[in-house]
């Protein structure tokens, strides 16, 4: 990541299953959160800094777009967060 500014990634790399789905099954259950956590815990193993925006349009699931840093880059991330997140506004 040093030769670049931040990474860009989902924060998540799957649409969020539905409550009931992971209710009925404890493997469906660890499967799911086995997902959600991959790509926040990879960036906290690596004592990153992250922020993740919303990017869905409204009606649809939630979807975020993880922007992910160096450790110590916290005002430089929020900095290109906040120009990324008013794109997203404007798309």
Not at 17 to 25: G, M, Q, T
Not at 62 to 84: H, K
């Amino acid at each position: 990541m040093a030769d670049h500014d931040l990474t860009l990634m989902p924060t998540v790399p799957v649409i969020a299953p539905k409550i009931a789905e992971l209710e009925a099954s404890d493997e469906a259950y660890f499967a799911a959160n086995g997902l959600m956590l991959r790509n926040p815990t990879l960036i906290n193993f690596l004592d990153g800094c992250a922020i993740s925006l919303p990017c869905h349009r409204a009606g649809e699931a939630p979807v975020g777009l993880s922007l992910a840093g160096l450790a110590g880059q916290d005002q430089r991330l929020l900095s290109v967060a906040l120009a990324v997140e008013d794109l997203l506004a404007r798309a």
